[in-house]
């Protein structure tokens, strides 16, 4: 049965009425018709759908929209703006990683929150904190370089 839900999304709340277990991927795609996140898998397994709640790195593809009503989300379009990029944004940028782009949203925003708690972080610690993520067209070395790029510029 439907239930009414309020959602903190990029900074703004937004009513959705659904089911309590409906994942909170489809919300953001289907109700708020964001482009980001991705749905890749729906098994938690390849990260294209990840979003941060209340600053954590989140699979939305099987987060429940029920967990998160009263928590703010947040998709790569509200973790920097086209004025005032992140810094993961810029160094992606900076070091030509995307190619595709479909698997983007999960590393930037994987990333953006292990960054934000982790400074300075050694090459095995970047790869760690990023070994669930996928991405079909190879960039890896690009991205370890954008990410320690961004490391630099946010210690």
Known sequence: MAEKFTLRVNGAAHSIEADPDMPLLYALRDDLALSNPHFGCGLSQCGACTVHVDGVATRSCVTPISRVAGHEVTTIRGLGTPETPHPLQTAYIEEQVPQCGY???????TGA??????????EDEIREALKD?????????AII???????EKMA
């Open 103 to 109: 698997c983007l949203n999960g590393w930037i925003m």
């Open 113 to 122: 929150a292990f960054l934000k708690n982790k400074k300075n972080p050694t």
């Open 133 to 141: 993520l996928k991405c079909r067209c190879g960039t890896h070395t």
């Open 145 to 151: 370089r954008a990410f320690k790029r961004a490391a």
